[in-house]
């Protein structure tokens, strides 16, 4: 069999998979970073429907969440198909109330859910102008609007899907000025990685993409660093005429390329031919499991000790849904030959695949890896390798993880399962971290202890900030809405991602995927199907937005534990704005008081506590500092 390997110098990038129902989206949304107490402000919003034919006259609903002493004065739409009013619905506020709690987008805060007068039926894509008008209450501080709109219909909200009920959030407004308020994570367009995939010759256009550091360093870096590996699933290959249609094309199940450095200088494509010439995967099953027709959708990998390392979703073709399901997870092992292909492959069945049949949902571990390994220049290291993935159900998908030593990668028997409260020995007892993820995803640790879970969620790149690789995981912040969609309504968005490996110490590199329902669109338009790349800044200036601020006179302040989770010691650190007698109580997770870890007088000043919880068992601990009136809890994790 023949290796093919095709170069280009160009410019960019990565990308993902398994799609989702496109649906509304919020095409924009303007609205003042500053308003006066007492003030009538005005929000424009640009709201569009992609699931066309809509043959049922629903009527619209919107919700906007608002600090608790804001009003709503009144609101107006205006679209090429009517023009109308929308009016305050304390019927639905009840459900979005119930299926989108607003404690969980801060304090103080409250839903306003309007209704439109008049429902529509529409054909074509559509969308609708809103013009809000909002009295601003006299609280003073940095607020976190945030918008939500679904259609006037029985089991939209509670679906939790977020193609059918998305919520943009969060758009930052301070009282009285914007300095309150800190920055918002921003993005911008990578073109560089992006023209990199935009290729006319051999490979052109694929999903399924990850990329895996040879060197085993995973962590963002200035400095040019080695080699990287990319994996691929379904692939076109062929040409593409100047008109941008495809010739002489076949798709394969997946590819690999290879980057000389974690720059988008020089890439390199590979896949394997047949005896006649023809394109074939560079995996196929051959594990004992495997059966006749299967084929291989590639996960995340890792280098360990020159050693490559892939997850791969073993699939099968069916008659009905996508026209494809999972039947199993297979661990690749392979070298790199002087060639820069694979050579000494070995395929294995792994345990990494449950289907609970009777309950209708199963897991799948491999999509998302991270190493906390001292090679892999990860801050706080300890040791282990997290592997993340999704556990399916009926209309939602939850963030599930193992860990593993890297010397025990092979040795299933040695993995281990969070299960809520300790790691475990069962996949089936696989603890649901948090909901709403996509099929594909990354967890990326941060220096400043966060750590960052990037993923898609309807046609917008989203992200979850959290406090220890098992979370607990905040709030979605939507970063980036992704324009590919508006030029076709076939056209969808899945599977978003962060490469640390590929990305400088203060810009993230994130992709996406691009793909469309109809299959003859990727034959007329070739630059639908490949990966798009944006930056999200990661410097010191970005901030989380999961709080809001507010201006007080003197503040006390009980800050995140760190490291967290930790073992066995960590640090907690508060502050204090006047002489006050402090209490800092240990609590476990039933509530129990298990320790005083503090009662003394403290002056005015930042105070650190060095904290050794050695006597302690792995689990979920609370610790709550009070002083006078002040009362706060935060959550700590120690892992053994």
């Known amino acids: 069999m023949n290796v093919i390997k095709i170069k280009y110098i160009i410019f960019a990038l990565t990308i993902i998979m398994l799609p989702q129902l496109s649906g509304c989206l919020f095409e924009s949304v303007r609205q003042p970073t500053s308003a006066q107490p007492g003030e009538i402000i005005d929000v424009s919003l640009v709201i569009t429907d992609n699931l066309v034919p809509e043959p049922n006259a629903h009527k619209g609903i919107l919700g906007i969440i608002v600090p608790e002493d804001w009003d709503f004065e009144s609101a107006t739409y205006s679209s090429a198909i009517g023009n109308g009013i929308l009016n305050i619905s304390p019927e639905w ?78 758009h930052p407004i301070g009282v009285p000025d914007s300095n309150l308020c800190g920055s918002v994570y921003e993005t911008s367009k990578a073109d560089e990685w992006t023209n990199l995939l935009d290729t006319n010759h051999g490979w052109t256009g694929s999903d399924g993409i990850y990329s895996i550091p040879l060197n085993e360093f995973e962590a963002p870096s200035d400095n040019p660093a080695g080699k990287q590996l990319i994996v691929f699933s379904d692939t076109f290959i062929g040409d593409v005429d100047s008109t941008g249609k495809r010739l002489n094309t076949k798709m394969v199940n997946n590819t690999l390329a290879l980057l000389q450095s974690n720059t988008p200088d020089s890439i390199e494509f590979f896949w394997r031919k047949n005896a006649n010439n023809t394109p074939v995967s560079v995996f196929v099953p051959e594990t004992p499991n495997a059966h006749t027709g299967d084929w291989y959708w590639l996960m995340d990998g890792i280098s360990l000790n020159d050693t490559i390392y892939v997850f791969a979703l073993r699939m099968n073709g069916t008659s009905g849904g996508l026209g494809f399901e999972v039947n199993g997870v297979a661990l690749l092992k392979f070298n790199l030959d002087d060639e820069n292909f694979i050579k000494n492959v070995q395929q294995f069945d792994t345990p990494l695949y449950y289907k609970d049949t009777t309950a209708n949902w199963d897991i799948v571990l491999g999509q998302a890896i991270m190493p906390m390994t001292n090679v892999s220049g990860n801050p706080f290291p300890d040791g282990y390798i997290y592997v993340y993935g999704p556990r399916s159900g009926a209309s939602d998908k939850e963030l599930v993880a193992a860990r593993v030593l890297p010397e025990n990668i092979e040795d299933f028997e040695k993995w281990q399962y969070w299960n809520g409260t300790d790691w475990g020995s069962e996949i089936k007892d696989c603890a649901t971290l948090t909901k709403g993820i996509s099929q594909e995803f990354s967890v990326t640790p941060l220096t400043n202890g966060k750590f960052l879970l990037v993923f898609q969620t309807g046609n917008s790149v989203a992200l979850l900030e959290g406090e220890s690789p098992l979370g607990p995981f905040g709030i979605t912040q939507t970063i980036y809405n992704c324009p590919e969609v508006l030029i076709d309504p076939d056209i969808f968005i899945y599977n978003a991602k962060a490469h640390p490996n590929l990305s400088g110490k203060e810009k993230l590199l994130i992709s996406y995927n691009v793909n469309s329902y109809s299959f003859t669109d990727h034959f007329v338009n070739a630059d639908i199907y490949r990966p798009r790349f944006i930056y999200l800044s990661t410097s010191d200036t970005a901030t989380s937005v999961n709080e809001n601020k ?67 068992s792995s689990g979920i601990y609370f610790y709550k500092m009070e002083a006078g009136e002040f009362m706060k809890t935060r959550k700590m994790i120690l892992i053994k």
């Open 93 to 170: 506020k009840d459900s979005v109330d119930l299926y989108y709690p607003v404690a969980q987008y801060g304090s103080n805060m409250k839903w306003i859910v309007l209704i439109s007068d008049i429902g529509y039926t529409y054909t074509n894509v559509t969308s609708f102008n809103v013009n809000l008008k909002l009295k601003v209450g006299q609280t003073l501080g940095c607020f976190n609007l945030g918008y939500l709109t679904t259609k006037a219909t029985s089991g939209l909200i509670s679906s939790g899907n977020s193609s059918w009920v998305p919520i943009s959030y969060p």
């Open 550 to 616: 507010e201006i007080l006179p003197g503040n006390f302040c009980l800050n995140q534990n760190y490291p967290n989770p930790f073992n066995p010691s960590t640090k907690i650190t508060f502050r204090v704005p006047k002489e006050s007698i402090v209490s800092i109580k240990l609590y476990n997770a039933l509530g129990e008081m298990i320790s005083e870890i503090l009662n003394k007088n403290c002056k005015p000043g930042n105070y650190e506590i060095n904290y050794n919880a050695s006597w302690l």
